[in-house]
């Protein structure tokens, strides 16, 4: 069934799609946003972590190979929001050195843009959105920028416990930036420190798109088709234009939706998977990959952290799911000798009994009696630190095709990846330096998170660059080979940093959009 | 979600329950009130929920009385996309149902390999505890099914799930739940 053609369509309502939405709409767009999963309300945010997952990952699954295969699951969404329904919020932006580790160390390249060019958005997101944190302390490490619109959150004696030992090591700690509103903005009510952030926030004081960009969109016109799995982009006859895509809907009837302007914005692994499978007579390899490009560099972060018991009540039930403070003291590449790569650290999470993040798993290899003794020490004194690490982008980690097909008889993706050498030195390194300040806060116990080394926050697969001899984009997300065509969201990042990346996703996105709505009559003529 | 079935989800979330088959009646029941008055099973057999209940509460004192097998055997016969389960976090390919067959009966061949023929409920809790420990560490030789690291963090956090995720948990534990949207009947 045919649709009516509309200025664009965007594939996926999570921080990108919204955001792209909201832009489009405002500037007058004619916008349809094809989600594939439900129509989530706020009233469906239940507090609780089983009844949580409903609003993780489903659908058709992803293949995971490789010596360190992807996780998604726990930070992928599903439906309406996307994985930003129930992110931590953490807003820690990229720093300058972020963009040009080529010219700077010669590994992996640089990206097309700099640190000032997105810096601008930075800050109008954090207005857009809501951001509380402390921007002039932050400045011990990146250039100046405008206050956040909201004073920090509040702190906890989970995360001020750890401070002497911060201190200790020399790492300073500032308020974390986080999407969440200290006090009451823009009619959206101040947190209440229940620390349920991670399964979504009903009342809407974290900044999820059904409160934010989505919202936005919405009022200005836009419309969201939930249940719609898109399965093909679609082009003319000559392949130099997209023109539209092919999606199920609920009912499981094939549709097609018009539009002069296309926009990916499905997830890292999605995005590419839906290019290689538009393949046409004149893109054999899938759209916008002539050169190869399409679903290679992916790329993801890695976490140390270091876990401890106090002797005391640390009350760690109180606060958010993401950091109270924050620091980038070792976030230069080469700030831990014999490792590479930055490291990006948090302290003071609220905590929940279970689940991945939970304090049931802070001690995998307890069960039985020991496992019942365990959480009732944990419930009284147990909190965690954490460091972020920064992967190199490879080639050979990378998304394809499989064999095996979804119901609608689209390829199912394979999520191909391997740590190189440098990650477990850095990871190492985080977790001996972890110790180290546990000990000086004052830990009766402190021990290590090992386990495998964790994949999280999946980034790469339509990287940007200059050209189309290193890149699938331009540095707003535009193909270098079809114009019309857009990839949003953290897919379009070069390199990873070891910042979470939502931040920068949306900043990237509002740039990406803002260009479109900018040159749309020489873009979607 | 469409309004049916928001209203179908928040009338068993708020309710505090999963929706249950009793006499040809779907009904919403903690996994712990399922248990208690024998709800039939829907797709685990009777011999596996013996397995599941014995490896729960080996692996988290309480599991048993709180319902893991009949959480578990509810969660595996609704659609995998409605699931609840910590295998959707842990990117088990659905249907569910495939891997918890197939962990259940490793299990139960691992244990009458090491204990004469008897399955992994028929034997004592320090066989129980040795064999899971073993599995824990994937050193039970000749195991076939799924990783039996993987096998045990699953069904341990299943069984953290019904002890400890539920208000009742919370409160075992004096910590206080706080909830946004509670759960009631403190599931």
Known sequence: ?525 | MSQMERRAFMKGAAGGALAFTVGGIEVLLTPAAARAQGVPLRTLTAAQAATLEALGETLVPGARQAGIAHFVDQQISIPADEALLEARILNVRPPYANFYRAALAAVDRASQALNSGRNFAQVGEAEQRSLVDSMRQNKIEGWQGPGGPFVYLLLRSDAVDVVYGTMDGYAGLGIPYMPHIAPTKRW
């Not at chain 1, 969404?77 to 990229?94: D, E, I, K, S, T």
């Not at chain 1, 974290?206 to 719609?228: I, M, Q």
């Not at chain 1, 069960?367 to 920064?390: D, Q, V």
């Open chain 1, 1 to 525: 069934m045919a649709n009516e053609k509309v200025d664009v369509v965007i594939v996926g309502a999570g921080a990108s799609g919204s955001t792209y939405a909201a832009v489009l709409a405002k500037a007058g767009k004619k916008v349809v946003v094809l989600e594939q999963g439900p129509d989530w309300q706020l009233s469906d945010l239940i507090s609780s972590d089983f009844w949580g997952r409903r609003v993780k990952p489903a659908g058709a699954p992803f293949l995971l190979e490789g010596k360190n295969p992807v996780s998604y699951g726990y930070q992928g969404g599903w439906g309406v929001g996307g994985a930003a329904l129930h992110y931590f919020a953490n807003f820690p932006r990229l720093l300058p050195n972020d963009f040009r580790i080529k010219s700077e160390h010669n590994r992996a390249h640089d990206w097309p843009i700099s640190y000032q060019d997105v810096a601008p958005y930075y800050d109008k997101v954090a207005r857009d959105v809501g951001v509380s944190g402390d921007a002039k302390a932050e400045e011990i490490w990146r250039p100046a920028g405008d206050p956040y619109p909201m004073p920090p959150m509040k702190t906890f004696r989970n995360g001020q416990i750890w401070l002497k030992g911060f201190e200790s090591v020399g790492i300073r700690m500032v308020p974390a930036a986080v999407g969440m509103n200290s006090t009451e903005y823009k009619g959206r009510p101040a947190c209440i420190y229940d620390g349920w952030c991670h399964v979504g926030c009903p009342i809407g004081a974290l900044a999820n798109p059904l409160v934010t960009y989505l919202a936005d969109a919405r009022k200005a016109g836009a419309e969201v088709r939930p249940w719609s799995s898109v399965t093909r982009v679609l082009t003319n006859a000559q392949g130099t234009k997209v023109t539209g895509v092919e999606y199920y809907d609920q009912k499981k009837e094939r549709q097609v939706q018009e539009a002069s302007v296309v926009v990916l914005a499905a997830w890292a692994a999605q995005n590419p998977r839906l290019l290689l499978n538009s393949s046409t007579d004149k893109h054999p390899k899938g759209l916008a990959n002539t050169n190869g490009l399409v679903g290679k560099y992916m790329m993801t972060h890695f976490s140390s952290g270091t876990l401890a018991i106090f002797d005391e009540n640390v009350e760690n039930h109180m606060g958010t799911t993401g950091a109270q403070y924050m620091s980038y003291e070792r976030y230069g590449k080469t700030a831990h000798k014999g490792a590479f790569g930055s490291s990006f650290i948090v302290a003071g999470t609220a905590l929940k009994t279970s689940d991945l993040g939970g304090f049931a798993n802070a001690r995998l290899d307890l069960f039985g009696p020991e496992l019942t003794a365990f959480m009732k020490r944990a419930a009284r004194g147990f909190s965690r630190i954490g460091a972020f690490g920064e992967e190199m982008p490879n080639i050979e980690n990378r998304i394809e095709l499989a064999s095996d097909k979804d119901e609608f008889g689209m390829p199912l993706g394979r999520i191909i990846h391997s740590y190189d050498d440098d990650v477990p030195k850095l990871w190492e390194a985080n977790f001996a330096e972890g110790l180290a300040i546990a000990k000086a806060a004052g830990a009766k116990e402190m021990w290590s998170g090992r386990g495998n080394i964790p994949t999280i926050h999946l980034m790469g697969g339509t990287i940007m660059g200059t050209g189309a001899e290193n890149s699938v984009v331009n540095s707003y997300g535009q193909t270098h080979e079809i114009p019309n065509l857009y990839m949003a969201g953290p897919g379009i990042f070069a390199t990873s940093g070891a910042s979470n990346p939502t931040y920068t996703i949306f900043a990237l996105s509002l740039r990406g959009a803002e260009q479109l709505a900018t040159k749309w009559s020489t873009i979607a003529g």
